[in-house]
């Protein structure tokens, strides 16, 4: 079974910065896309960014601002988000793409194993 950790998660003032890892058990990570998405209460699960072996792929709303990086050796994707904004807060959630060397997708049926998230709030 997958296993994803998130951490990294905290409170922020606006403009601050929070680094975002996703930690997973064995090597599940080699070859496949991984995810990072979010939940803020009352509101549907958005796309945030993605990393594939090839591509990476970024919600309009972040970027310029966040930048996801994988270490296969470490197991771990990362999700750098600079220039924090109050409207950035929401629980993330990394999750794993479906299917070896697929591509990028922005829809969270595209993921099949998902982290427990990591809330972030930024004050105004």
């Known amino acids: 079974q997958v296993q994803l950790v998130e951490s990294g998660g905290g409170l922020v003032q606006a403009g601050g910065s929070l680094r975002l890892s996703c930690a997973a058990s064995g090597r599940a990570f080699n070859g496949y896309a991984v995810g990072w998405f979010r939940q803020a209460p009352g509101m549907d699960r958005e796309f945030v960014a993605a990393?594939?072996?090839?591509?990476?792929s970024y919600a309009d709303s972040v970027k310029g601002r966040f930048t996801v990086s994988r270490d296969d050796e470490k197991n771990t994707v990362y999700l750098q988000m600079n220039s924090l904004k109050p409207e950035d807060t929401a629980v993330y959630y990394c999750a794993r793409g479906r299917h070896i060397l697929g591509q990028i997708y922005r829809v969270a049926s595209e993921y099949e194993y998902w982290g427990q998230g990591a809330q972030v709030t930024v004050s105004s």
């Open positions: 990393i594939s072996w090839k591509d990476n």
